[in-house]
């Protein structure tokens, strides 16, 4: 897997930035991919699904930053505690971040940046599209918790839906429990009621993580590859036509 591995300072916390680069000449649009919390809170190096999936985009003509988001804690800390202390205000200045970086990179269009992220990291692409007015476009693949809100003094994610600026594509396995088909609902009706643009796709015989190809009760081909190719033409259009 082709990467590398810049790193910059968060509140003067070091962050780690995992970037994908086309191997095709640029200027390539971006994309800040956001980790899910299984395996990945110990490293993104230890994360394939996520690995796998931004090399995927990557091969598809998009430079891919993921940022470390669960740097705040030791690698080795549970993942309960990483759950219970998660801070929106901190993630709000990683993904500013890991922005940075990726629009500093050569060959990257700076104005031409989406966000993404499946699981815990669907809710942090809202967050992000949410807080950050440079994101052109949002994909949020079985984002749960967004109703909560995360971090002392924080707002529910889904309360900022007003403030997003960009095109949200979603991505929801009908028997999911974390969003549930409720909670996809709300999603929907708070993006409606803001008047941002989006589309949302579920998939009947779907439950949480269908994309995680890794999880052979989870994985779902068919749904899989059809939020895939989904994705990409949004991606498309929203990005490479920018």
Not at 190 to 210: I, K
Not at 232 to 237: D, K, N, P, Q, V
């Amino acid at each position: 897997m082709d990467y590398r591995i810049e790193t910059t300072s968060v509140l003067g916390l070091p962050m780690e930035v995992f970037l994908f680069t086309p191997k095709i000449p640029g200027p390539h649009p971006g994309l800040v991919q956001c980790q899910h919390i299984p395996v990945g809170h110990t490293g993104v190096e230890n994360d394939t699904v996520t690995l796998k999936t931004a090399e995927r985009y990557c091969e598809s003509g998009y430079a891919v930053a993921v940022p470390f988001i669960f740097h705040w804690w030791p690698k080795k800390a549970e993942m309960q505690q990483k759950r219970d202390e998660f801070r929106d205000d901190w993630t709000t200045l990683d993904l500013d971040a890991a922005h940075d970086v990726l629009a500093r990179q050569p060959g990257v269009g700076a104005n031409r940046i989406g966000i993404l992220g499946h699981c815990w990291g669907g809710r942090v692409a809202w967050l992000g599209a949410a807080t950050d007015a440079r994101y052109r476009a949002c994909a949020v693949f079985y984002g749960g918790r967004v109703k909560l809100p995360m971090g002392p003094g924080t707002p529910p994610a889904i309360a900022l839906a007003s403030s997003i600026r960009c095109p949200v594509i979603g991505f929801f396995g009908s028997d999911d429990t974390n969003p549930s088909p409720a909670d996809v609902d709300d999603y929907e009706r708070a993006l409606a009621q803001a008047g941002v643009e989006h589309a949302f796709h579920r998939y009947p015989g779907a439950g949480h993580a269908f994309q995680s190809f890794d999880n052979p009760e989870r994985y779902r081909p068919e749904a899989s590859e059809d939020a895939w190719a989904k994705a990409l033409a949004f991606f498309g259009e929203k990005l490479k036509r920018a």
